[in-house]
């Protein structure tokens, strides 16, 4: 079948088969034009977007991919920024990571290039690390930008780049968006400045692994509870990415003697041999480690993703089979072992908060009512966790905090989510379970009877081309315009609008400012207590409904019959609202 090519998408690609671009990609460029039309429209119908978060795509040659070229352009835009934003300024600093991902090596190096050409200085890791260590080492040494060259936990085909800003923290408005004007400007590699210089490059080495782990080493709360159990077995999985060595190291460092890993997945590798996907809130890429906590009788599994700032989870259930936890139940976990902990440990003074985001589950607020700790609610996103904290340094201290997302950070050395604190402070909450002859899921079912039984589901529906944008627009429309009466047999009480920053109660007609960023989320709030959230995805074709329902666990023993009310509830809502 011959397949037309559009003249403007030719006259883009045959400027890559020419000067200032190299031998290989014009050569690349050519065999698209003579044999592949479709993925020469691909690759150049539009640019590669540099969004809030920064790029994220396929590898390959085009305007629209991962390489060399789309890279480099991004660092020149980035860098042009800090000059403007850091006048006068002579000793402009950033620091610069990389995931297991295929070419992220690579990219680094371009980076790190463009960077010391333009005179500023690089912190520049000699092998993958984490993306946490990366948001540390911003911190740490003062710098004004960084970045970590990942795709996160997306298919092997994918590399991305996210970008830092002074505080470690993901970049928000105004930065964001001013970033992204000044990467616009640079229309042409020939903008760019790569003639790098070696003086401005300090690497970084194992040495600096030690000073963040010893930062990880002090969340640690209780040290004489994991002398008691030491034996205590643990599973860890890196899915084939950048904590491979730093979690066992850590684990280590809290005091865990029987950690084990899983052989095939401990080797770094960006084509993810062993698994479909590399993200540990699906079930299939902890099969392995699963499958390795059966053999040796271990009692926790812990899974990163591979830039290692998300962290997944299973544990034993009461007939010893192990169970997946998601999100909302990791986290609810943690938070409440950190209060609990702070509290006997005589470190509460009124002056401590948790964060979370919106729609992430509202029991870790009742917890933080028990124990009298400050908490703030804010947009999906952890840069938006990282600038709460930043807004109240030299005021109150953070604890804890998460995303339902698997997503969550220890103490605010890190501004961004950490799976290698995570995992230890996992661990240290399981330990502390055993230490009372519970399991993790028996804790669960604790928190659930105390503060009510919590259950949330995450839906997504994809909606393609032009025609499902459209339709995705029409539905936040309806649901703004006419918000149900009920749902799922629950009156509706409450609306919040993020779109309009308004609060509004359906029980006396009060309003309220929502003082968050604009975004285009809804939420509604029902008389039972539950929560139903609605976004349109910002990257993908997608708008997701966040469900959350609860109900009343008088004794552990009823926890599955409860368990089925409440999947028929979020059955009945779905329903309800005709999805």
């Known amino acids: 079948m011959n397949i037309t090519i559009d003249p403007k998408v ?37 640019n590669l977007e540099f969004g809030t978060g920064g790029l994220r795509g396929i590898m390959g040659v085009g305007t629209n991919r991962m390489n060399k070229y789309t890279v480099a352009m991004a660092t020149q835009g980035l860098a042009n920024y800090l000059k403007r934003m850091f006048p006068g300024k002579t000793d402009l600093k950033v620091a610069i990571a990389h995931d297991c991902r295929n070419n992220s090596a690579y990219f680094t190096e371009i980076t790190a290039q463009v960077f010391s050409a333009n005179q500023i200085g690089v912190y520049l890791f000699n092998s993958l690390r984490p993306t946490p260590e990366l948001s540390f ?26 970008a830092y800003w002074d505080d470690g ?20 590699p020939g903008m760019v400045n790569f003639n790098g210089n070696p003086k401005l490059i300090t690497m970084l080495d194992e040495q600096f692994d030690q000073i963040y782990l010893d930062h990880i080493k002090k969340l640690s709360l209780s040290p004489e509870l994991i002398k008691r159990q030491k034996d205590f077995k643990i599973v860890f999985t890196p899915i ?11 684990l280590g460092m809290f005091g865990f003697e029987k950690v084990y890993g899983v052989d095939e997945q401990n080797v770094v590798d960006g084509n993810f041999p062993t698994v479909y996907s590399p993200n540990p809130e699906e079930p299939a890429a902890l099969s392995m480690a699963i499958e390795r906590a059966k053999q040796l009788n271990a009692e926790l599994v812990l899974a990163t993703d591979p830039d290692a700032d998300r962290v997944g989870i299973a544990v034993k259930d009461d007939k010893g089979e192990f169970i997946l936890l998601n999100g909302n139940q990791t986290a609810s976990l943690l938070i409440n072992y950190l209060l609990t902990k702070w509290k006997e440990n005589g470190k509460l003074t009124g ?17 933080a009512e028990k124990y009298k700790v400050a908490k703030f609610d804010v947009l999906t996103g952890f840069k938006f966790i990282a600038d709460i904290i930043r807004k109240q340094e030299g005021q109150m201290t953070f604890i804890g905090g998460g995303e339902e997302s698997y997503g969550y950070l220890v103490g605010d050395f890190v501004r961004d989510k950490d799976a290698v604190s995570a995992c230890a402070m996992i661990a240290e909450t ?30 997504s529906v994809t909606r393609k081309g032009k025609a499902g944008a ?41 309003q309220a400012v929502i003082d968050l960023p604009k975004s285009d989320v809804l939420q509604f709030f029902t008389a039972d207590g539950d929560k139903i959230s609605i976004r349109p995805s910002g990257t993908e074709p997608k708008i997701k409904f966040y469900f959350g329902v609860k109900g009343k666990l008088d004794k552990a023993e009823n926890f599955d019959k409860v368990n089925q009310q409440l999947d028929g509830k979020i059955e009945a809502i779905m329903q309800s609202l005709k999805i």
């Open 240 to 250: 084939h990415g950048s904590a491979v060595n730093l979690v066992p190291r850590v």
């Open 430 to 459: 399981a330990a502390w379970a055993a230490d009372q002859g519970k399991s993790m899921y028996q804790m669960l079912k604790d928190l659930y009877v105390e503060f009510g039984f919590y259950k949330e589901k995450l839906l």
């Open 10 to 46: 030719l006259e883009v690609a045959l400027k890559w088969t020419k000067a200032p671009y190299d031998a290989e990609t014009a050569s690349a460029v050519k065999h698209m034009i003579e044999n592949d039309p479709q993925e020469l429209t691909e690759s150049f119908y539009r």
């Open 351 to 367: 002056k401590e908060f948790m964060v979370k985001t919106i729609v992430t589950s509202e029991l870790l607020f009742d917890i």
């Open 137 to 162: 080492t911003v911190r740490y040494f003062g710098c004004q930008s960084g970045v970590v060259i990942t795709a996160s936990h997306n298919p092997k085909e994918y590399n991305g780049y996210k």
């Open 470 to 510: 459209e339709e995705i627009k029409a539905m936040m429309e309806r649901f703004r315009s006419q918000p149900p009466v009920e749902i799922g047999g629950s009156r509706l009480v409450a609306i919040k609008d993020y779109k309009f920053s308004l609060s509004k109660s359906l029980v006396d007609g009060s």
């Open 169 to 188: 923290g993901q970049m928000i408005a105004p930065h964001d968006k001013n970033v992204i004007t000044e990467v616009e400007k640079i229309t042409d």
